[in-house]
């Protein structure tokens, strides 16, 4: 810390944790995303209706 | 060498090391991808194995990161419960043993050193979870497990498994942030992240009872989509029936755990604080077993995939150990957790033999394995073992847990989830005679089978070994009922027990 720091100053913990929950959030949005993808190429569809009839 | 500090903290980094490295060091080989994960996890195991002596012979004790010590900085903490890796590394080890034959057709060759990478990332997520003191570390260990289990789920690349596994996902994730939220919800009244730290500033009195009852509520609901408690396992059927099975072993005997642990977790907090009254929690907790241990008994008996069957089974028992919980008298307590142990055992027993099965016949339902008792004679009675242990007929695991949870129903005076108990234990039982029927007395619907023989011993291996240990935990059962004991009186001591 520099020697002009004057509070008040900013909890770091919670920025900590948002970032981290964003990350979390990006990549289980990437595997839903690619999962989505994979089930588009192997079924035509992505409608619930239609993928529900197929099973 | 037992009390070495360090141990702690290499349980959990380890498996993550040993995750990420498996690509870079097998370079496509499957061969050597699995020994890589397999030595992985024989480090790992005796590291586990160290803690559990370590705790069994000093109790509870933790490690700070870097350091700096709680609430400050992060801290493993080891205690009873935390114990549970022990099953982890356990099951984990055999389950990896097992995959190598496995995935050899059920995978694709390329996929393979991904399919250990996420097989040890999970177990990272198991462990972390259960040694972590920190609230927060802990979502992130819930999520890495989460994470590679939707993508276990998914691996195989067919197309209901991937439907299977975005299901999973979606629930998944939903529960995910209602933990997050919570967790929010707890710094922000509280100022701190360390789970015993934020117990004691709760019971200082100074946060209102309204945002804990909602910290409670999310943490409650989102373990409970984990754990797969009725009315919140629709995921699990199709995921655990249709992901590889060493992965079902995994998940059945393990995963669902996971979500168990942290609502011990959630207790621990909220017993010690001693500002709300949780009887009616509880209560909802105990029918909420109770209706799981039935309706998972009901759905299975119409399944005729066998794997299905199991993972409809896997949501009982969730309720069993639920049940045990809820009743919050020491019996119970010490019944469910020893059952989160004895389960996994038993679950993983299950699965791998229905794996062994289906890896050498071709087939998974009860119609087309109609007499492989005869082809595959010790799978099959591998897995009559696990079903006679998960009815829980002595002298077998299954016996020992219910028994105590039966004992805690009584004891908290509420003699009517105990017959619920014994009740639900006579629906299993109907689905496993019908299993072991159809494999030992029906005649074989595909007579080609009967020459296939038993499968690889790497395949058998895990299977025995699993089995006889269903039986040996059902004659030496008071040792793992003994070391939890001490945890369960210190979980309820706050409530005057």
């Given at each position: 810390?520099?020697?002009?720091?004057?509070?008040?100053?900013?909890?770091?913990?919670?920025?900590?944790?948002?970032?981290?929950?964003?990350?979390?959030?990006?990549?289980?949005?990437?595997?839903?995303?690619?999962?989505?993808?994979?089930?588009?190429?192997?079924?035509?569809?992505?409608?619930?209706?239609?993928?529900?009839?197929?099973? | 060498?037992?009390?070495?500090?360090?141990?702690?903290?290499?349980?959990?980094?380890?498996?993550?090391?040993?995750?990420?490295?498996?690509?870079?060091?097998?370079?496509?080989?499957?061969?050597?991808?699995?020994?890589?994960?397999?030595?992985?996890?024989?480090v790992?195991?005796?590291?586990?194995?160290?803690?559990?002596?370590?705790?069994?012979?000093?109790?509870?004790?933790?490690?700070?990161?870097?350091?700096?010590?709680?609430?400050?900085?992060?801290?493993?903490?080891f205690?009873?419960?935390?114990?549970?890796?022990?099953?982890?590394?356990?099951?984990?080890?055999?389950?990896?043993?097992?995959?190598?034959?496995y995935?050899?057709h059920?995978?694709?060759?390329?996929r393979i050193?991904?399919?250990?990478?996420?097989?040890?990332?999970?177990?990272?997520?198991?462990?972390?979870?259960?040694?972590?003191?920190?609230?927060?570390?802990?979502?992130?260990?819930?999520?890495?497990?989460?994470?590679?289990?939707?993508?276990?789920?998914?691996?195989s690349g067919?197309?209901?498994?991937?439907?299977?596994?975005?299901?999973?996902?979606?629930?998944?994730?939903?529960?995910?942030?209602?933990v997050?939220?919570?967790?929010?919800?707890l710094?922000?009244?509280?100022?701190?992240?360390?789970?015993?730290?934020?117990?004691?500033?709760?019971?200082?009195?100074a946060?209102?009872?309204?945002?804990l009852?909602?910290a409670?509520?999310?943490?409650t609901?989102?373990?409970?989509?984990?754990?797969?408690?009725?009315?919140?396992?629709?995921?699990?059927?199709d995921?655990?029936?249709?992901?590889?099975?060493?992965?079902?072993a995994?998940?059945?005997?393990?995963?669902?755990?996971?979500?168990?642990?942290?609502?011990?977790?959630?207790?621990?907090?909220?017993?010690?604080?001693?500002?709300?009254?949780?009887?009616?929690?509880?209560?909802?907790?105990?029918?909420?077993?109770?209706?799981?241990?039935?309706?998972?008994?009901?759905?299975?008996?119409?399944?005729?995939?066998?794997?299905?069957?199991?993972?409809?089974?896997?949501?009982?028992?969730?309720?069993?150990?639920v049940m045990?919980?809820?009743l919050?008298?020491?019996?119970?307590v010490?019944?469910?957790?020893?059952?989160?142990?004895?389960?996994?055992?038993?679950?993983?027993?299950?699965?791998?033999?229905?794996?062994?099965l289906?890896?050498?016949?071709?087939?998974?339902?009860?119609?087309?394995?109609?007499?492989?008792?005869?082809?595959?004679?010790?799978?099959?009675?591998?897995?009559?073992v696990?079903?006679?242990s998960?009815?829980?007929?002595?002298?077998?695991?299954?016996?020992?847990c219910?028994?105590?949870?039966?004992?805690g129903?009584?004891?908290?005076?509420?003699?009517?989830f105990?017959?619920?108990?014994?009740?639900?234990?006579?629906?299993?039982?109907?689905?496993?005679?019908?299993?072991?029927?159809?494999?030992?007395?029906?005649?074989?619907?595909?007579?080609?089978?009967?020459?296939?023989?038993?499968?690889?011993?790497?395949?058998?291996?895990?299977?025995?070994?699993l089995?006889?240990l269903?039986?040996?935990?059902g004659?030496?059962?008071?040792?793992?009922?003994?070391?939890?004991?001490?945890a369960?009186?210190?979980?309820?001591?706050?409530?005057?027990?």
């Amino acid at each position: 810390m520099g020697a002009g720091a004057r509070p008040p100053y900013t909890n770091p913990i919670p920025q900590g944790l948002i970032l981290t929950g964003i990350v979390v959030a990006v990549s289980t949005t990437a595997l839903a995303l690619s999962l989505i993808i994979r089930i588009w190429k192997q079924c035509g569809t992505i409608e619930a209706d239609e993928l529900r009839e197929m099973d | 060498m037992v009390s070495w500090p360090q141990w702690l903290s290499l349980v959990a980094l380890v498996p993550l090391v040993g995750a990420v490295t498996t690509p870079a060091v097998s370079r496509g080989r499957s061969r050597v991808a699995a020994l890589w994960a397999l030595g992985v996890m024989t480090v790992t195991s005796f590291a586990a194995l160290m803690l559990i002596l370590r705790v069994a012979r000093e109790g509870p004790f933790s490690y700070p990161f870097g350091g700096w010590k709680s609430p400050i900085g992060i801290e493993f903490r080891f205690d009873e419960f935390s114990a549970s890796i022990g099953i982890v590394c356990l099951v984990g080890w055999l389950a990896v043993l097992y995959s190598q034959r496995y995935v050899e057709h059920a995978l694709e060759e390329p996929r393979i050193p991904y399919y250990y990478t996420l097989l040890l990332l999970n177990f990272t997520g198991m462990i972390g979870f259960a040694v972590t003191g920190d609230l927060f570390n802990l979502f992130v260990f819930m999520e890495i497990l989460s994470l590679s289990s939707y993508a276990l789920v998914a691996i195989s690349g067919e197309r209901t498994a991937e439907m299977a596994g975005f299901k999973y996902l979606i629930m998944g994730a939903i529960s995910s942030l209602m933990v997050l939220f919570s967790i929010g919800l707890l710094y922000a009244s509280t100022g701190s992240l360390n789970m015993a730290d934020i117990s004691s500033r709760i019971g200082d009195g100074a946060v209102g009872p309204i945002p804990l009852a909602m910290a409670l509520a999310g943490l409650t609901v989102g373990f409970m989509v984990k754990a797969a408690l009725f009315p919140l396992h629709i995921w699990l059927p199709d995921a655990h029936a249709i992901a590889p099975s060493p992965v079902s072993a995994i998940l059945s005997g393990l995963v669902v755990k996971t979500g168990l642990i942290g609502i011990l977790r959630v207790y621990q907090i909220y017993y010690g604080a001693k500002v709300l009254d949780l009887s009616s929690l509880n209560t909802m907790l105990v029918w909420l077993g109770a209706i799981s241990i039935v309706m998972g008994a009901f759905f299975a008996i119409f399944q005729e995939d066998i794997k299905m069957m199991l993972a409809y089974s896997t949501i009982s028992n969730i309720g069993y150990i639920v049940m045990g919980f809820g009743l919050a008298s020491p019996y119970s307590v010490i019944g469910g957790s020893v059952h989160i142990f004895n389960h996994a055992l038993i679950k993983a027993t299950l699965f791998l033999a229905a794996g062994c099965l289906i890896h050498k016949t071709g087939y998974r339902t009860l119609y087309d394995l109609r007499g492989v008792g005869k082809a595959m004679p010790l799978t099959t009675a591998a897995l009559s073992v696990g079903a006679i242990s998960i009815v829980g007929i002595p002298p077998t695991a299954g016996f020992l847990c219910k028994w105590y949870i039966a004992l805690g129903a009584f004891e908290a005076g509420q003699p009517f989830f105990g017959v619920a108990l014994i009740f639900g234990a006579l629906f299993i039982f109907v689905y496993y005679i019908r299993m072991v029927n159809s494999f030992y007395f029906r005649q074989p619907v595909h007579p080609e089978f009967l020459e296939v023989g038993e499968a690889p011993a790497s395949m058998l291996a895990p299977v025995l070994i699993l089995a006889s240990l269903c039986l040996v935990m059902g004659i030496l059962g008071r040792i793992p009922l003994s070391f939890i004991e001490p945890a369960a009186h210190r979980l309820l001591a706050p409530l005057g027990g």
